[in-house]
């Protein structure tokens, strides 16, 4: 007869697939991330992409250059501004196209509105997969002071194709400046909630502090950017390293953290908006003057050759590369995302821990899923 | 001791920590007239919160005597990413014999347009414009392909004078 | 007080009443079906006013409104809700454990009820009138987690699965420093029976008489009971950014509306057990000093003055611990709420760290202060 008791040798625990999205509160999109737990514990984490694949860079193929920039938005469409940018940067390089000096002065503090926009919902949206719910409506109230404020001046709140090549689509309000002035001011006010209500709290210290550590070799291995990679340790600003319509002439600090894991990724992201808002301040008080934008002919022609362009974008190096054969419509055009590097370290950084750090760490690197899937 | 003292220290740092962010809460929750933000919306359609520059739906600008300035040259049409808009021209004769290209039909698919602003910075005569009108959805798809120009309307002619000066 | 109506004066008459004319049976089965509705439906409009006041206060601590469209300032949100969940399809999975599913919906909310049984409403005014009455609800209340481990396995859901294994971690966890915290009041008190307890607060509540450990015995029961009931920042059994929903995913309709129900039974409970041990219950507030204004206002507390009115008018007085009793209840809701809208939720093993390093070896250090002081008669 068999013994009936179980040794506790023989009692086994199994592993078990849980599939995090393709629609989870979680993922904020749609992103299936394929967990095996063991219990609590993360085993493997499988990310699978490809559900809001629109195609963007072989449409862009069947469309001109000026066309192709409103496609842009939709990618990272938290920092529409910036992917703007990119491309606009990429064209006027390829078609020696000069840019007046207001017009570079509005895309910088654009650009940096955007990245604030960005950083604020970031910040909600974390919070909120930590668990607090109440910080994603501060995130929201902060960021729609800004959106109101490109309502007004470019005339979308979202996806604005405001950037395009030869300066900007159209000037800015005369009330843009004393407005920006006021903004700035209570942005600065509603930073203190944040860190009051957040960054100061014990549990959310503890929840992140030590959590998915990733380190810098990491970081360089994976094509980590941004403020993932600069928590980390790595020096990777492209507004510093291949500075792009005159941030050079600014002052402002790269934020690094050697700290590598999710707090020092909150804590990078949080200085980043401190130096975004130095940035508007100094080109404030002297916004150039003049044209707005350098008219340019109604079809565009870039002459054939293989064009980069780099930018810094909320999330991290945004590249787009252009292969033109001299026609009107690019022969290729491929986008370096930043989302889609940085979500290779999820695996990495989430593996051993419980699986409410890979929520914590998914909303550290900041994913946004249209970025990566394009 | 040491190991205690932090021990303690640690709890009482909790604690404060806490009560900052509880703190904050409360001062919401109890100045409700300061800090809520949001709107009435369907109740306050009367002076909604959008800005004039919001970029909606596409018009065509018809002035008092029924008279829109397009010249029915499709650089809208191409400009547009989406093939949200449709000239049709028709071809009249003038009274000095000569042929004329003019707006037969304006037409604007509103399903398909994003709103990108390229067709407004196409135009050379500046004969088309965005309103700030944000209600668009409707329950029937068809009325959402719309013809601009309205009927019986035409070109604007060109003023005379300004049309020596420019020579 | 002694001229004015009391609760016992009122169900005396009514028993009184019932028995002239029926058989004793018959009166002992009416006065169990009557007050035991009456007690039931007494928490269903606690409840629907929490679910109300939970949504404005989320709402106002989230710089919105709240509901308010449906009524005046919202207030017939719950009913549309209520009527909604009634209306739609109880959607029950194809590989769920059938009965298991439908019965722990059921099950958690009559552990709920039950605990309900020895709560002291006003003076004289008790479902069961029991010697182990506290030591009842701790008891009762520590099942609750049966009917979601229930609900968790049955669902065949790797989440609701995850959502209650946690849950089963945490309640047994909690209910250890719970207990503790509760023990030290019953050590002040020298009774379990909650209406003993209270009237032993006539003279000042525990929190204010029992020093500093009946204070931190306050805090460490709070923080205890709100992991109890699952509720952030201890909601790991639900964790919406987690586990999607936790332990009622596949719930719908009105078996998911009866979970709903019985988390707000449960803090109702819970804040009824604070108030009973901790705040006095339905006793007034009093002032434990005996001197002229002191006097004055404990006098004004005790409805002294309303004595001399005529006894139609004092009719009123009935209500008075009533009043506080639902007001100290509605006051530790507010303080679950308060919490939930503002903190992160923890990790399960902070969640566990939390009881296991720092709750219960403060109440067992707590219990023992709270012991000498009983034994050394420091207390008031």
Redo the contacts between chains.
């Keep these: 007869m068999e013994n009936p008791i179980v040794t506790p040798s023989e009692l086994k625990t199994e592993e078990f697939v849980v599939n995090i999205g393709p629609q989870h509160p979680a993922t904020h999109g749609v992103l299936r991330v394929e967990a095996t737990l063991d219990g609590e514990i993360i085993k493997d984490v499988l990310p699978h992409l490809g559900y809001i694949h629109r195609g963007i860079e072989k449409m862009t193929e069947s469309?001109g250059y000026?066309?192709?920039i409103?496609?842009t938005s939709r990618m990272d469409y938290l920092s529409a501004h910036i992917n703007n940018h990119v491309c606009a940067l990429a064209i006027e390089k390829a078609a020696q196209i000069e840019v007046p000096a207001r017009a570079k002065a509005i895309r910088i503090i654009m650009d940096e509105l955007q990245r604030l926009t960005s950083h604020e919902l970031w910040w909600g949206s974390c919070a909120m997969d930590i668990g607090a719910v109440?910080p994603f409506f501060l995130a929201f109230?902060d960021r729609?002071r800004i959106l109101?404020l490109f309502?007004?001046?470019?005339?979308?709140r979202l996806?604005m194709?405001y950037i395009?090549p030869g300066g900007v689509?159209n000037d800015v309000?005369p009330d843009f400046v004393p407005k920006l002035k006021a903004l700035i001011k209570s942005i600065k006010e509603y930073r203190k909630?944040y860190d009051?209500?957040?960054t100061?709290?014990?549990?959310f210290?503890h929840r992140t502090q030590g959590i998915g550590i990733l380190s810098k070799e990491q970081a360089i291995s994976l094509g980590c950017t941004g403020p993932t990679a600069r928590a980390s340790g790595l020096s990777c600003d492209i507004r510093k390293l291949y500075p792009y319509d005159g941030y050079e002439k600014l002052d402002f600090k790269e934020v690094i953290d050697y700290g590598c894991d999710n707090w020092a990724r909150y804590v990078v992201r949080m200085e980043e908006m401190n130096q975004s808002i130095h940035i508007i301040e100094q080109l404030l008080d002297n916004l150039p003057t003049g044209d707005y934008r350098t008219k340019l002919k109604?079809?565009l022609k870039l002459p054939a050759g293989e064009y980069y362009q780099r930018v810094e974008s909320a999330r991290g190096e945004l590249g787009v590369y252009i292969v033109s054969d001299g026609g009107a419509k690019p022969y290729r055009m491929k986008f370096r995302t930043p989302c889609y590097s940085n979500l290779g370290a999820v695996k990495p950084i989430s593996v051993g821990m419980k699986i409410a750090d890979l929520m914590a760490n998914m909303a550290t690197i900041d994913l946004v899923i249209p970025d990566m899937d394009r | 001791m040491k190991a205690l003292y932090n021990y303690l220290k640690e709890?009482a740092?909790?604690f404060v920590?806490?009560a900052?962010?509880?703190?904050?809460?409360?001062k919401?929750?109890v100045t409700?007239w300061k800090?809520?933000?949001?709107e009435?919306y369907p109740d306050n359609r009367a002076n909604p919160?959008?800005?004039d520059?919001?970029?909606g739906e596409v018009i065509l600008i018809h002035d008092e005597n029924n008279e829109h300035k397009c010249t029915a040259c499709t650089?809208c049409q191409?400009?547009?990413?989406n093939n949200s808009i449709q000239i049709i021209s028709k071809q009249v004769e003038t009274e000095d014999g000569k042929k004329k290209k003019v707006l037969d039909k304006w037409v604007y698919h509103l399903e398909m347009c994003?709103?990108?602003?390229?067709c407004i910075?196409?135009c050379p005569q500046d004969a088309i414009k965005?309103t700030n009108s944000y209600e668009l959805s409707c329950f029937d798809r068809s009325t959402l392909t719309k013809i601009l120009n309205q009927p019986g309307s035409k070109l604007k002619e060109k003023p005379k004078v300004t049309a020596k000066v420019q020579e | 007080m002694i001229s004015m109506i009391q609760f016992s004066d009122v169900l005396a008459w009514i028993h009184q009443l019932l028995s002239s004319c029926m058989a004793p049976w018959l009166v002992f089965l009416i006065e169990l079906v009557v007050a035991s509705v009456a007690a039931v439906v007494a928490l269903l409009v606690c409840v629907i006013i929490m679910v109300y006041m939970e949504r404005k206060?989320a709402g106002?601590?989230?710089?919105?409104?709240g509901p308010?469209r449906v009524g005046w300032h919202g207030v017939c949100q719950l009913f549309a809700d209520i009527i909604k969940l009634l209306l739609k399809e109880c959607f029950t999975p194809t590989r769920a454990d059938k009965l298991l599913f439908v019965v722990a919906p059921v099950l958690s909310l009559c552990v709920s009820l039950l605990a309900l049984a020895p709560i002291s409403w006003g003076p004289g005014l008790v479902l069961w009138n029991t010697n182990i009455g506290v030591l009842f609800v701790t008891a009762i209340s520590s099942m609750g987690v049966i009917g979601i481990l229930m609900a968790g396995w049955s669902s065949n859901n790797k989440y609701a699965l995850m959502g209650a294994m946690r849950s089963g971690a945490q309640i047994v966890s909690y209910e250890l420093s719970a207990g503790l915290s509760i023990v030290a009041i019953v050590a002040l008190a020298g009774t379990l029976n909650t209406g003993g307890i209270i009237e032993s607060q006539a003279n000042g509540w525990w929190i204010l008489k029992g020093h500093l450990p009946a204070f931190f015995a306050f805090i460490i029961y709070i923080i205890a009971s709100t992991a109890e009931c699952n509720r952030a920042p201890f909601d790991l059994a639900e964790a919406e950014s987690e586990l999607t929903a936790g332990y009622h995913t596949e719930y719908s309709g009105m078996q998911f509306g009866i979970f709903y129900l019985n988390e707000y039974i449960n803090m109702g409970v819970v804040s009824m057990v604070a108030s009973t041990l901790f705040l006095g219950g339905w006793q007034p507030f009093y002032l434990p000093f005996d001197f002229g204004w002191a006097h004055a206002f404990n006098d004004i507390m005790a409805l002294k003055f309303m004595e001399t009115w005529p006894a139609w008018i004092s009719w009123v007085s009935l209500a008075w611990p009533l009043v506080w009793f639902f007001g100290k209840l509605f006051l530790i809701i507010f303080f679950m709420m308060?919490?939930r809208?503002?903190?992160p939720r923890l990790r399960i093993d902070q969640l566990l760290k939390l009881e296991w390093k720092?709750l219960l070896p403060l109440s067992i250090v707590n219990l023992v202060i709270i012991a000498l002081i009983v034994v050394l008669g420091l207390h008031f």
């Design positions: 469309l000026k066309q192709s409103f496609l109440t109230r729609e109101e309502e007004q001046n470019t005339g979308n996806t194709s395009i689509m309000r909630e009051q209500l957040i100061g709290n014990f549990i210290q109604g079809v | 709890v740092f909790a920590s806490l900052n962010g509880l703190l904050l809460t409360l919401y929750f409700p800090s809520i933000i949001t009435n919160s959008v800005a520059e919001f970029a650089l191409l400009a547009c990413p994003t709103f990108c602003k390229q910075d196409a965005m | 206060v106002h601590m989230q710089l919105r409104h308010n308060w919490f809208w503002t903190f720092y």
